[in-house]
């Protein structure tokens, strides 16, 4: 279902460079699956996508047992539509292929900065089950 008028979903950062404060623990209540995890941690962790009203628009939704949840599919579907760079792109398909059914090249990860590399990096690290893999930087 869509978000409800009620549902205050919009960044107090008027830049929409931050989510709504609540949203991340929300939507990390909402994940119980491994993928919806992983996903959903490198979301928040990147925090400037879900901070843009478009993307949780199409994202966003409630749900009447869990609260919020994530749209994957709409996303899937609305990729190409929405205002992204290359590398906001790549990363939601990354975030897309952690979650459902969508494939994104594993070369890609050419085109994302440090930073979102390293977020990718991590959450599939969370993905595979495996604890004891850090990614950080070298010293």
């Known amino acids: 279902m869509p978000i ?3 549902t205050d979903l919009t960044s107090s950062d008027p830049g929409g460079a931050a989510p709504p404060p609540a949203l991340p623990q929300r939507l990390r209540r909402w994940a119980v699956t491994a993928r919806d995890q992983a996903a959903v ?3 928040t962790e990147e925090a400037g996508l879900l901070g843009r ?4 628009l199409v994202l966003v939704r409630e749900d009447t047992a869990t609260g919020l949840r994530c749209d994957w599919s709409a996303l899937a579907r609305q990729l190409y539509v929405l205002e992204l760079s ?3 792109r790549v990363f939601l398909g990354f975030v897309l292929s952690m979650a459902g059914s969508h494939q994104t090249a ?3 990860v ?6 979102r590399l390293a977020i990718v990096l991590r959450a599939l690290v969370r ?3 495996n604890g004891r ?3 950080g930087t070298r010293v």
């Open 4 to 6: 409800s008028r009620d």
């Open 41 to 43: 941690s490198a979301l």
């Open 53 to 56: 009203d478009d993307i949780r």
């Open 86 to 88: 290359a590398a906001e």
């Open 106 to 108: 594993l070369s890609r």
């Open 110 to 115: 050419q085109e994302l900065d440090e930073a």
């Open 127 to 129: 993905l595979s089950g």
């Open 133 to 135: 893999i850090a990614v």
